[in-house]
Nanobody
Framework: QVQLVESGGGLVQPGGSLRLSCVTSGFTFSIASMRWYRQAPGKERELVARISSSGGSTNYGESVKGRFTISRDNAKNTVYLQMDNLKPEDTAVYYC???????WGQGTQVTVSS
């Protein structure tokens, strides 16, 4: 079955960086587009970034454009989210998503605070 396992979250100071990873299994990763979402306390889940199956096309939410970069390694069945210049408002649980089956990982907490 589809499995998505996120890692890489943690506590970071404003202006810092983190790289999230989502290791996948149970489907043909190389033909699947992938997405990262986040959900802050009391807020709706928000689309952060998406990437095409080849990695040649990416899109970002307005709030993260220019600071976050989504990428993938099809040989490792893994999608990444590089997050730079982090702000306190980026604090949330970050989720990996396979839109083809609407499958979700368990999430990884990112906290940006001094």
């Amino acid at each position: 079955q589809v499995q998505l396992v996120e890692s890489g979250g943690g506590l970071v100071q404003p202006g810092g960086s983190l790289r999230l990873s989502c290791v996948t299994s149970g489907f043909t990763f190389s033909i699947a587009s992938m997405r990262w979402y986040r959900q802050a306390p009391g807020k709706e889940r928000e689309l952060v970034a998406r990437i095409s199956s080849s990695g040649g096309s990416t899109n970002y939410g307005e709030s993260v454009k220019g600071r976050f970069t989504i990428s993938r390694d099809n040989a490792k069945n893994t999608v990444y989210l590089q997050m730079d210049n982090l702000k306190p408002e980026d604090t949330a649980v970050y989720y990996c998503n396979l839109p083809a089956t609407n499958s979700w990982g368990q999430g990884t907490q990112v906290t940006v605070s001094s």
